[in-house]
């Protein structure tokens, strides 16, 4: 029996230092489709001359995106990428072999996703239930994101998440100030999902949750075997779960105070007069946001 047809699909945006590695990393599959959402530089460009399959579409949200991408897609077993991913050749032989074993159109297949950080590799750093339910290769027909995940999307199968030998790596060579950018610009989507599940932040999670995340990566999944790269993840790590939490309960806490209160400032009436103005009419400093 022929081994079933695998399609790679990729999102990408402004990803030109990267799209030709990842391409490169999954030549053998029998087709690649990249989705655009608006990139300014050459990314389009090269995945085409690298005989990729180019879509445009503007930036529907994570979950929207990934499902856009698989439509486009020939084949039923997809394959998911970032850009900055390279498939290994252990992973790609992985892959072959479970395409040719008659597969389980419900099963999906998971990966061990490993992070750079500094020139170093991470080891795989997610807690033990979503390493099993890391799953980036399936079939669309029985399997789908999960529409409700606003970030770190995962997908439902209804079959055996079936691990496969062999690392994703996730090169990506970040600065510590590109690297931390990222953490923020993800809090507030974070934020959102924790509101959604009915999580309260009062001063007990702000202080021992980063704690916990810090002594999870440094000292659990053994981080300070990487010397001061170790060291230096753990603490961005645990100011990424402050930030989540911080931007969380920055919502919850409720008003907010445009202007300082009247005691504190106060408008001076002799110098709005010289203008002509009265400050009823321009400022209520005690109006709250």
Not at 134 to 142: K, P
Not at 222 to 249: D, P, Q, Y
Request: glycine content about 6%.
């Amino acid at each position: 029996m022929a081994p079933c047809p695998i399609s790679v699909v990729i999102l990408t945006k402004n990803e030109e230092t990267f799209i030709a590695r990842c391409i490169a990393s999954v030549a053998w599959a029998d087709e690649v489709v990249v989705l655009d959402s608006g990139s300014t530089d050459r990314t389009r460009d090269i995945a085409a001359e690298l005989g990729a399959n180019v879509f445009e579409q503007a930036w529907l949200g994570w979950v929207a995106q990934h499902e856009a991408g698989i439509a486009r897609a020939r084949n039923d077993w997809v394959l998911v990428l970032d850009a900055d991913e390279i498939v290994t050749s252990e992973l790609r032989d992985a892959m072959h072999a479970a395409m040719a074993s008659d597969p389980d159109p419900r099963d999906g297949y998971v990966v061990d996703r490993r992070d750079e950080f500094f020139g170093k590799l991470f080891p795989n750093m997610k807690r033990r239930a979503l390493r099993r339910s890391f799953v980036r290769l399936f079939n669309r027909q029985h399997s789908h994101y999960v529409p409700d995940d606003l970030i770190h999307e995962r997908v439902a199968c209804p079959g055996r998440p079936v691990p496969l030998p062999g690392v994703l790596l996730h090169w990506r060579a970040f600065t510590v100030a590109g690297q931390m950018a990222r953490y923020v610009s993800n809090s507030a989507l974070e934020a959102d999902t924790m509101q959604r599940n009915g999580t309260r932040v009062g001063a007990v999670r702000l202080l021992f949750m980063p704690v916990l995340r810090f002594l999870w990566c440094y000292i659990y999944c053994g981080g300070f075997r990487l010397g001061i790269a170790g060291l230096v993840h753990a603490m961005m790590n645990a100011n990424a779960e402050f930030t989540r939490h911080a931007v969380l309960w920055d919502r919850q806490r409720g008003e907010r105070r445009l202007h300082p209160p009247e005691r504190i400032w106060r408008p001076s009436p002799a110098d709005l007069k010289l203008k002509g103005l009265r400050s009823s009419n321009y400022l209520n400093v005690n109006t709250p946001v």
